[in-house]
């Protein structure tokens, strides 16, 4: 079956206080949505990406690559499962998603090649991108900053991208998950909800989500180890 690479690209990242989404922001020459776009693109098992993007984007047909042949774009919704759903609905059922944040611009090969072997398995439904924990983690008390307790860091990992699930399922797992609304902040969570289990892939900690302004200057630092 084909595989899909799907970028939800609809937010407004408040928390950067730049005068633009994240995702344009320009990093090593080229905005952090292209190099995002280009690092699932370049991979052979990638037939295709569609990018979701927000109904009022002013920025996205000026990059250099909106209009490739591989390229295809939809309108983003209120939430991120939103934005991933109006994407999962051009694909055909028995396909995959591979479902990458565009702030993750630092993804490599080796690491999409670990999470393609899941659909080799027969034992999890798909799998994810992730990070064991390894500070230790502080439960605070509701809304404040004074500890309650300390959690178990055993068994505990990071959720990144790409997160990799046969679409047909994923479409049905997000859509309940959206109508029971449950909170659902990755594809994994939905598909939790729904009952599959999910592979966990030891991923490399330079798959970074650029969230903050020192960021930046570490995702430059992550693409030029690539090269
Ligand atoms: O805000 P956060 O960093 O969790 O966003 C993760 C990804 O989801 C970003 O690439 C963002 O553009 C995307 N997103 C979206 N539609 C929304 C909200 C976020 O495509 N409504």
């Given at each position: 079956p084909a595989?899909?690479?799907?970028?939800?690209?609809?937010?407004i990242g408040?928390?950067?206080?730049?005068d633009?989404p994240?995702?344009y922001?320009?990093?090593?020459?080229k905005?952090?949505l292209e190099?995002?776009?280009?690092a699932?693109?370049?991979?052979a098992?990638?037939?295709?990406?569609?990018?979701?993007?927000?109904?009022?984007d002013?920025?996205f047909?000026d990059l250099p690559v909106?209009?490739?042949?591989?390229?295809?774009?939809?309108?983003g919704?209120?939430?991120?499962?939103?934005?991933?759903?109006?994407?999962?609905?051009?694909l055909?059922?028995?396909s995959w998603?591979?479902?990458?944040d565009?702030?993750?611009?630092?993804?490599d090969?080796?690491?999409?090649?670990?999470?393609?072997?899941?659909t080799?398995?027969?034992?999890v439904a798909?799998?994810i991108?992730?990070?064991?924990?390894r500070?230790?983690?502080k439960?605070a008390h509701?809304?404040?900053a004074?500890?309650?307790?300390?959690?178990?860091?055993d068994?505990?990992?990071?959720?990144?991208?790409?997160?990799?699930?046969p679409?047909?399922?994923?479409r049905?797992?997000l859509?309940?998950?959206?109508?029971?609304?449950?909170?659902?902040t990755?594809?994994a969570?939905?598909m939790?909800l729904a009952?599959?289990?999910?592979?966990?892939?030891?991923?490399?900690?330079a798959?970074?989500?650029?969230?903050?302004p020192?960021?930046?200057p570490l995702?430059a630092?992550?693409?030029?180890?690539?090269?």
């Open positions: 595989i899909y690479a799907v970028i939800p690209a609809a937010g408040t928390r950067m206080q730049a633009r994240k995702q922001l320009t990093l090593a020459g905005t952090i190099h995002t776009l280009n699932l693109a370049s991979h098992a990638i037939s295709e990406v569609i990018v979701a993007l927000h109904p009022d002013p920025y047909t909106a209009g490739s042949p591989w390229l295809t774009t939809v309108t919704g209120n939430e991120r499962a939103d934005s991933v759903l109006n994407a999962l609905r051009a055909s059922d028995d998603a591979l479902v990458h565009a702030a993750r611009p630092c993804l090969h080796e690491d999409i090649d670990r999470l393609l072997t899941v080799d398995r027969d034992d798909g799998g991108l992730a990070t064991p924990v500070d230790t983690m439960r509701a809304g404040q004074t500890v309650a307790h300390t959690e178990s860091r068994d505990l990992w990071h959720a990144l991208t790409p997160q990799l699930f679409t047909g399922l994923l049905q797992a859509t309940d998950g959206l109508a029971a609304g449950q909170p659902i990755d594809e969570s939905a939790e009952g599959f289990e999910v592979a966990l892939i030891d991923a490399n900690p798959n970074i989500k650029i969230t903050r020192a960021d930046l995702a630092f992550y693409l030029q180890q690539q090269t």
